[in-house]
Each structure stands twice: as C-alpha cells, then as structure tokens.
C-alpha cells in the first residue's frame, strides 16, 4: 500500500526478460536485498499493449513525457493546498495524503474501457480527468482563500494596538453620552507610562471637559483606553493640546447596528469556513488520490514505451518498483549498474551524442543502461 509522501523517493525501472521474466525480476531482487537491504522491491505489471510503429513509438515518448509533467504539477498543487488549508500541520497533512490501492495501482482496470493498442491509448482520458482536478481546485481555492482572507482581515481589524483596533468588543453603550446636543465622550488612547500626566491634566486640556468623565476601559501591553466627555465646541481644542502630551484621540462613533452587524459578519464567515473545511479535505483527499494513481498510471506507460524502444521487439520485458533504502542509494546504483550494464557498452558514448534517444534527457544527464523513472513522493514545500 502507497501510504506516506513523507520525504520518500521510488525507482521504477526495467529490465528484459531472461530465459523468463520471472527470473530477471527474481535476479534484481536478490542482488538488492541479500546480505545488504539495498531497497524493498516488487513487481510493477503492466499489461501487454500493441505496439505499433517506430514513429508512433517515439512520437508517445514525447507526447508522455509533457503529460507526466503536467500530472505531477497537479499532484502537488493538491498536495501543497491540503498543507495550506490545514495550517501546515505537517503531521495532520502527512495522514491526509493517501494514494488508496495496491503500488501496481492494477494498471489493468486503467485499461479496460480502451483498445488496448498503444497509439490509442487515453491520453486524453487521463489529461481531462487531471485536468478537470485542476479547474476545480483553482474555483475550490479561490472560495475558500477568498471567506479566510476575508475573516482575517475582521479579526485583525480585532487585534492589534488600540489605536487601529476594532473597539466594537470592547466598549459598551454605558461609556458614551449619547444623544445629547451639547455634551460628546472622546475615546482617548493613553500610553501607559503618561497615565498618571492624564490622570492630572485632562479636566483642563480644553474648557468645558466634564470632571471626573474619564475612566479606564480596556488595556492592551502598552495603552489605557480611556473615555472623557467635553462640550462639542471644545472637541478641537482637547485634541490638538492632548496631542501635545502624546494622548491619542480615536476617530470613533458608538453606532450600535454598525457594530451588531460588524460581529454578525464576523461571525457569519467563521461558520462558513468551518462548513466549508470539511467537504474541502475531504475532496482533497479523494483528489489527491485520483491524481496521483493518474500520474502512476502515466509512469507505467512511459516505461512501456521505453522499454520497447530500448529492448525492442518482441516485448519482453519486467517492470519493478524499487524504494531505496535513503542511506545506501549510492550502493543501489552500482549494484544496478552491474546487473545490467551488458545492456548497454556505449552508454558513455551515447551521454556524448546529441541526437535525440528515448528515455534519455540530455539536460539531466541521468542515463542508466535500464529503462529508469524516479517517482518523486517529496511533494511540500514547506514555508
């Protein structure tokens, strides 16, 4: 059972038959396991397809290689929202990304609804499947960024310093004389180390302040938050002199259906992000799973081809799994390299040609004398 993307690496190769392809897979097996653990291994079938000519050959060798890029940007583009959508809870993200079924994946069932010859085969079955997770997880995404920006941007209108912080939890309609023609109440952050110049000056910081009006409302680490109340037509005179000593007036009116409605919001996009998070892992989940037997599927049918296009005709050959042991990687290869390097006595040779030879990429420069495919389970990043 594939069950963990935790930082883990598979090597799908393969080999042609010997007197049968039993034997090569027995052969590998033993090299790779006796007396040293180099890998845990097993048999990777796949089903006999009609091969077809030359140039269809290498034309799907191309055509392959584009498509198994493009699933694997998708396998992780699902794998990296699950890590954004549960906070990157590393732990919780490695149990939610399973690849449910067997490594072999029964390759077969992909195969069943399709003519089994291999100019055929669905690509476009498998691209417009993938494909189509694609779209849904840009639309799902863009709802689901689109409620938690917006609920963090009301929750951080809550916190923060008092002098941009929303005030709506904080003061109640006892603090404010509403109503009146005459008389208003200021809201006025003080700093922590002035409270006691406030505590003395702010009766006389303009005419007609109310006396013993101020009182304490709320605290943060460095502020008071503190009312006063005044005669209208002193309003500008006490902020420009409390500016003097550092005491910030806030720009602030008590409207009790603007802060009602601004809790409801608030309130309104927490329960729809909860809604919205479960039926969201959940289709992650299923998704995660889908793309990434697609892109396995992919894999197998790029060793098909390569393989044929390596070994030729008649096909004969035995796809294996590998998953290297990550401290002897280095041994793996040689052991390999000695099994099958009467494939192929010019591989130095071919390295240095420039004409273009399947399952060779040049720009890697990763060429073993046996059809290879790493199949890269590293899929976060991290931030």
């Keep these: 059972q594939y069950k963990d993307t935790k930082m883990t690496e598979f090597w799908l190769i393969s080999a042609p038959g010997e007197k049968t392809c039993q034997q090569t897979w027995e052969k590998l097996h033993a090299a790779t396991t006796k007396n040293n653990n180099l890998s845990t291994n097993s048999k990777f079938n796949i089903p006999d397809l009609k091969v077809g000519t030359l140039d269809v050959l290498v034309g799907l060798s191309d055509e392959l290689a584009k498509l198994d890029a493009f699933v694997e940007g998708v396998v992780k583009k699902v794998a990296q929202y699950m890590a954004d959508v549960l906070e990157d809870s590393k732990d919780k993200v490695q149990e939610n990304l399973l690849a449910n079924g067997d490594l072999s994946f029964q390759i077969e069932k992909a195969f069943k609804n399709y003519s089994s010859s291999l100019d055929t085969v669905p690509f476009l079955f498998i691209f417009?499947?993938?494909n189509q997770i694609d779209n849904d997880l840009k639309a799902r995404a863009s709802a689901y960024n689109n409620l938690k920006g917006n609920l963090q941007n009301l929750e951080r209108k809550n916190a923060g310093s008092l002098l941009t912080r929303s005030l709506a939890d904080i003061v109640k309609k006892e603090d404010f004389v509403l109503d009146s023609e005459y008389l208003v109440t200021l809201l006025v952050i003080v700093p922590k180390?002035?409270?006691n110049d406030w505590v003395k000056?702010?009766?006389t910081l303009a005419e007609m302040v109310v006396p013993r009006s101020s009182n304490v409302l709320f605290e943060d680490q460095d502020s008071y938050l503190c009312n006063v109340t005044l005669f209208r037509k002193a309003v500008d005179d006490f902020k420009h002199k409390a500016r003097e000593y550092k005491f910030m007036v806030r720009d602030f009116q008590y409207n009790e259906e603007e802060m009602k409605a601004d809790k409801e919001e608030m309130n309104r996009l927490s329960t729809d992000k909860k809604k919205q998070f479960g039926p969201l892992v959940r289709w992650l989940k299923v998704n995660f799973s889908e793309a990434f037997i697609?892109?396995?599927?992919v894999k197998a049918l790029r060793v098909f081809?390569?393989?044929?296009?390596?070994y030729g005709l008649p096909v004969n050959f035995q796809a294996m799994l590998l998953q290297p042991n990550k401290k002897t990687m280095k041994k793996l290869?040689?052991?390999?390299?000695?099994l099958?390097?009467?494939?192929?006595?010019?591989?130095a040779a071919i390295i240095d040609a420039t004409m273009d030879i399947p399952g060779l990429n040049l720009?890697?420069?990763?060429?073993y004398p046996y059809v290879y495919y790493k199949i890269d389970c590293n899929l976060l990043e991290f931030k």
Excluded at 294 to 297: K, L, N, R, T
Excluded at 305 to 310: M, Q
Excluded at 363 to 367: A, G, M, N, P
Aim: proline share 0%; aromatic share 16%.
């Design 305 to 310: 081809v390569e393989s044929v296009l390596r």
């Design 294 to 297: 697609a892109w396995i599927h």
């Design 333 to 338: 290869r040689e052991v390999l390299y000695e």
């Design 340 to 347: 099958y390097k009467h494939l192929d006595s010019s591989a």
């Design 193 to 195: 180390v002035n409270y």
């Design 128 to 130: 417009k499947g993938v």
């Design 363 to 367: 720009s890697q420069q990763e060429y």
């Design 201 to 203: 000056q702010y009766e």
